[in-house]
Every structure is written in C-alpha cells, then in structure tokens.
C-alpha cells in the first residue's frame, strides 16, 4: 500500500511541472473574471489530472519496454513481473538505454561466435582427408572440398554432379537419395590419371534449405583395399600355377634320392645341383610377387622425393658389372652434365633399372654392349617464358635378338614370357617387366618398348623433372 501511494506521489511530482503552464493560464483567466473561480479550478484539476494520468501510462509503457529488453538480452520472456515500474520514473529512459546497450553488445558477441563457428566449420570441411560434395535438390553441386577437386578435377559449382562425375551407377544413387532414400552407397571405378576404386555415400539432410543443400556425398579411396583382396587372388592363383613344376620337380628327386638312387654318390650330386637350383627359383619367385605386391598397394599415390640418376646408373653399372662380365658383355653409360633430378623413390627406380640391364644382360649377344642412354625430352616454357619442367628419359638398349611386335603389347603382364623355354632356364619369373610397369606407373611416367627381330629391344623409362623453385616460378 505504501509503495502504491509512493509510486503516486511520484507521478504528481512529475505531472506538476508538465501541467503547470495550463494551471496558470486558467488562473489568470480566473482573477480576469473571464471564467468562474469554480470553472477554472475545475479546468485546472483536470490538467493536472490528465497530465498524470498519461504520464502514468508513459511511465509503465516505457518500464514494460526495458523489461521487454531485458528479457530479450537474457534470452527469456517477459513475465507480468518484469512488467513494473521501474525504482523513479526518472530513470527509465536511462535504465531502458543501458539494457538496449547491453543487448547490442549480447548481438555483436554471439555474432562473433557465430561467425568463428562458420570458420571453424568451413576450415574443418575444407580440409577433411576425404572428399566431401554438399548438394541441392536438384542435384547440383554446391560445396565441396579440396579433396574433392584433388579427386574428381576442378569444377566451378554450382554445376550438375555429372560435370564432376559421370558414372551412371553414382548420378542413379544420387537421384534415389534425392528423391526418398535415405542413404546409399555405391562402388566404381575412376580410369584417369590412374585407375582406382572409389566408394561413394550419399545421405540425405532433411534439415537444410534447398540452397544450402539437400544431400551430402563423400568418396572413399578403396584402391588399396581391393589391390590387397586382387593380388591375393593372384598370387594364390598364379603362384600355383608357377610353383607347380619346381615343386614337382623337387619332389621326383626327393623320391628318387630314397629309392634308387639312394647308394649313388654321382645322381645324388646332380640332383641335389638341380633341386637347388629350383629352390632358387621358387624364392626368387616368392620374393618378386612380394614385392610387386607392395608397388601395387601404394601406385595410387606418387612419391615425393628427388633422385639424381646419373650417380644412380652409375652404381648399378658398377655392381652389375662382374655378372656382364661373365658373358664378356659391357655396360656403356650416356648421361649428360645438366641431366635434372627426378621426382620419385630411389629404392624403387633403382630396381626399375637393374630390372632392365638384368633382362638385357641375359637375353644380349655375348660380347656385345649395353647402352644406357639418358636425355632431356620436351622442356616446355612456363607463363613467364622461363624453362618449364622436362620429363627426362633413360634407355636402355642391348644387342640380342629382338622381340617380335605382336608379343609387345603383353610383354609386362605377369608372368608373359616371349621365350618361355629360354626365359624359365635363365632363371626368369615373368614378373620383372611387371615391376617395371607398376613402379613406372607410381612415378606418373611411362615405359616405351621398341623392338624388331634382329635388332636389340629399347627399353625407355620417361620420368618427370622435380620441381624447383625455377621451374615453379611465374
């Protein structure tokens, strides 16, 4: 009840000096005699009447207003009891100016979170190890990430998915998805630069507006995966196939060095030569589908490192070089000053290379020469004119008898052998041009198999130049 008739004073002490000048204005007509002294203080009252009145009503309006702000800058609604008056009415412009002060200030703060949110997110999506597509209704692309460009090539969004991926089994997932489907998955193959497996996931985002996109779609390298599940298919495959005749014939000796044989020194020598030769063979064998296992596993990924070859040639002539001189044969090396370094794995192209004179040492003419012969093959010029990177290419020529051309396209299959006699008793297992293929392949060059009967094959081995900062700048 006191705070009530306090409140009332206060208005009246406000209302006052707002109705004063009409009190005085009726007054004086008062002592004139225009009006009645009963009229004029009448008139006079009612002013004072209506000027607290409305004064009241500003004053509630104006605390309703900063309880409303309050409410807002605290993120909750008003109830009835933040509805009163404010302590003095003189101060509820002041108290309603701080409180929108301090929403504005409560906005710009969660602006900034938001803000530092969408960042955060959009740093997280752009480098996500795995390619990530964001898209609309109408199946066109409207985010994705670096990945993704790495994976599919370089798109400009917004653009169909079939700019960026034209496999019929992807575009029907993605339409189904679209459409109902929650989620789908599919597998398929993409041929360029290399060949590799890829798994695509769509999954369908009901929360999202249509311009900020309606399904998600993310790839997945399976590449590595199904080479592991393929080459332990082929090896079991063709490691019994090529294992079978060593196996069988270890195991004739075997029995014939418990039989017959079992009191002759002279047949158990020679046999024994034998079946150590063919247990040569198998771990030969063994020892070269391992290692074209692990090229395989990791062809999709390009090696990073820089080999210098001309010391490279050099350490392989040289350690090669008493096996060419057991059939009086010679390894000539044609490596030029400025020869530049490669981008690649020396351990790897070092087996490419000894691979290759290997195969050239066995299958030359005796008292011939092989020529290893590197060179700079189309520098091209950047932007600014300067030398651009070169691919360099290494050639390696002997002077056997040749290989007929239809046997060319097939030379680097496993196990394709041109001579199978003559490969399997040189000690051969048809997978060294294989090797050469896969590791070549890892390094993003080529190989290039020349060769007519009567003439020595040309092995060439092109490889590109490692960037540096001259070739890099613009």
């Known amino acids: 009840m006191a705070r009530n008739r306090d409140r009332l004073w206060r208005v009246l002490a406000l209302a006052l000096p707002a109705a004063a000048p009409a009190v005085a204005i009726f007054a004086g007509l008062g002592f ?36 409303l702000v309050a409410a807002l800058a605290a993120e909750e609604l008003p109830g009835t009891a933040a509805l009163r008056l404010p302590v003095g009415p003189w101060r509820m412009v002041s108290e309603t100016r701080h409180r929108v002060q301090r929403l504005a200030r409560h906005w710009r703060e969660r602006d900034r979170a938001t803000a530092a949110r969408l960042v955060t997110a959009e740093a997280i999506v752009e480098r996500a190890p795995d390619p990530l597509i964001l898209l609309d209704g109408r199946r066109q692309i409207v985010r994705a990430n670096r990945a993704a460009a790495e994976v599919v090539g370089s798109f400009a969004p917004p653009c169909d998915l079939a700019a960026a991926l ?16 929650r989620a789908r998955s599919v597998e398929f193959v993409m041929t360029a630069p290399v060949e590799r497996q890829l798994r695509a996931r769509f999954a369908r985002i009901d929360d999202l507006t249509a311009d900020t996109g309606a399904a998600v779609l993310t790839l997945q390298d399976i590449t590595e995966l199904k080479r592991v599940e393929q080459t332990r298919a ?19 000796f075997i029995e014939t060095l418990r039989g017959p044989a079992r009191e002759d020194a002279e047949a158990r020598e020679r046999f024994l030569a034998i079946m150590a030769g063919q247990a040569t063979r198998m771990a030969r064998l063994v020892e070269d589908l391992l290692s074209l296992s692990r090229i ?85 010029p950047s932007a600014a004119g300067r030398a651009g990177l070169a691919r360099i290419a290494v050639a390696v020529r002997d002077q056997g008898e040749g290989i007929a051309r239809e046997h060319l396209p097939r030379l680097t299959e496993r196990f394709y052998r041109a001579d199978t ?3 399997r008793e040189m000690g051969g297992t048809g997978l060294g041009l294989a090797i050469v293929k ?11 198999i020349n060769s007519t009967l009567g003439e020595g094959p040309v092995f060439t081995v092109v490889l590109r130049q490692y960037p540096t900062d001259s070739t890099l700048a613009p």
């Open 32 to 67: 004139a005699g225009l009006l009645s002294p009963v009229t004029a203080l009448s008139l006079a009252a009612v002013t004072l009447v209506a000027a607290a009145l409305m004064l009241g009503r500003l004053a509630i309006a104006i605390a309703g207003l900063g309880a």
């Open 166 to 181: 034209r496999n019929p089994a992807v575009l029907a997932a993605a339409d189904a998805v679209l459409r109902s489907e």
């Open 234 to 252: 082929d090896f079991i495959a063709n490691a019994s196939h090529e294992l079978r005749t060593p196996l069988a014939t270890l195991a004739g």
């Open 296 to 380: 395989e596993l990791n062809e999709h990924i390009p090696p990073q490192g820089r080999v210098a070859l001309a010391p490279l040639l050099q350490h392989l002539a040289d350690a090669l070089e008493l096996r060419a001189g057991e059939r009086n044969m010679r390894i000539r090396l044609s490596v030029p000053s400025d020869l530049p370094e490669v981008q690649g794995d020396r351990d790897e192209l070092a087996q490419v290379f000894q691979n290759l004179l290997d195969n050239a040492i066995k299958y030359g003419r005796a008292d011939t020469e092989i020529n290893v012969e590197a060179a700079i093959r189309d520098r091209a």
């Open 421 to 423: 006699l003559r490969s």
């Open 438 to 448: 896969h590791i070549v392949n890892r390094h993003r060059g080529t190989l290039e």
